[in-house]
């Protein structure tokens, strides 16, 4: 299944796409997309609903963020062997773990917004992994029954804050428009391999990521098993899964994000999002 959320910034209601590619609209019959709103129990209620009974939405409008709010917005850096190459650093011989404050979430297509004292602001496009089921202490083999699906997921990054401020990454990585998800979650069933999928980002209008999460030196199960081990992953969790190679800190010379900059970004399967880049403040783009 493809499910979504349509609608003005805080109106969104939850929707499902389709064979037809029609947006068939599912509030008022299950909850939104949010906690226990993508556990199993709940994909299976929508599973068992007739689609042809439910109303089109001919004019959606806007795509908002595929969850409406997330427990926790985990994070993992470094999970490419080639961005990893890129970026100077060794070869992690464990997940580097971060988060990313859940108040950046944004729609797939809303204007990414440069924050206050912004000078190197930059693009990575990951796969996202959304939990269905908590999951603690799992095993690898165990780890992928917890994955409710997938979606596309753009880890705006401030390098200036994330690396020269000292601390945590936390910081470049949490700003509001820093996080956009979707246009959908895919679930799982539609996913059979998540380590093979094809992932890109063009700015404007010029290729500057393109690899498979065949790169990446954890796999899913691997990052779900091992975030398992620390803490309890709960039902709507998101975790993104690192970045191809392609990043703007990786350039020679740097090139950094600036308004009127266009991104738009790809998971095969998973959908395409577009953000346009504006300064501080200006939130319409």
Known sequence: MKLLRVGPVGQEKPAILDGDGQVRDLSGIV??????????AALDAIRALDLTRLAVISAPGRIGPCLATVPNFHAVGLNYAK???ESGAAIPTEPVLFSKATSCLSGPNDPVILPRGSVKADW?????VIIG????????AEALAHVAGYC????????????????????GKSAPSFGPIGPWLVTADEVP???????????????????????????????VSYISQFMQLLPGDIITTGTPEGVGLGMKPQ????????????????????????APGDRHG
Do not use: C
């Open 255 to 278: 090139r950094f994000l600036r308004p009127g900059d266009v991104m738009e970004v790809r998971v095969d399967g998973l959908g395409m999002q577009r953000q346009v880049v504006v």
């Open 31 to 40: 909850p939104d997309f949010a906690g226990q709103g993508v556990s199993f």
């Open 83 to 85: 961005h990893a190459a």
């Open 124 to 128: 990575e496009v990951e796969l996202g």
């Open 133 to 140: 089921r908590a999951a603690l202490y799992v095993s690898q």
């Open 193 to 223: 391999d998540p380590q093979s999928l094809r992932l890109s980002l063009d700015l404007n209008g010029t290729r500057v990521q393109d690899s498979t999460t065949g790169d990446m030196i954890f796999s899913v199960a691997q990052i």
């Open 152 to 171: 596309v997921v753009n880890d705006v990054s401030e390098r200036s804050f994330q690396i020269e401020r000292g601390g945590q990454w936390v910081k």
